[in-house]
């Protein structure tokens, strides 16, 4: 079965960058559309950034809009994110997710992914 395992974050100052994997396994990668997202204290889930299967699409929410790049590697099974500028409001758990129904476009309801991995903590201290 498709497993997806995050790796990087961690304790971050302001102003720094983060930059968060996703190793892929148990399934065709090139199949699925990836998303990143993450879920602060007190807070509900949401949608970070997510890229189409080929990398032709990507999308990003507003928070990380002009800070945030994701990008894939098809032949290695992995999705990357990195957002630069870090402040104290990307404090969170950031999940990996993947779904395979959306052949061109990028999901950006949880509701659509398929598979989610455990999640990394993401700390941004000042």
């Known amino acids: 079965q498709v497993q997806l395992v995050e790796s990087g974050g961690g304790l971050l100052q302001s102003g720094g960058l983060l930059r968060l994997s996703c190793a892929f396994s148990?399934?065709?990668?090139?199949?699925?559309?990836m998303g990143w997202f993450r879920q602060a204290p007190g807070k509900e889930r949401e949608f970070v950034a997510g890229?189409?299967?080929?990398?032709?699409?990507?999308s990003y929410a507003d928070s990380v809009k002009g800070r945030g790049t994701i990008s894939r590697d098809n032949a290695k099974n992995t999705v990357t994110l990195q957002i630069s500028s870090l402040n104290l409001e990307d404090t969170a758990v950031y999940y990996c997710?993947?779904?395979?129904?959306?052949?061109?476009?990028?999901?950006?309801?949880?509701?659509?992914?398929?598979?989610w991995g455990q999640g990394t903590q993401v700390t941004v201290s000042s």
């Open positions: 890229i189409s299967r080929t990398s032709s699409t990507t």
């Open positions: 148990g399934g065709i990668f090139s199949t699925y559309a």
């Open positions: 997710a993947a779904d395979q129904h959306s052949p061109f476009s990028v999901p950006k309801g949880e509701w659509e992914y398929d598979h």
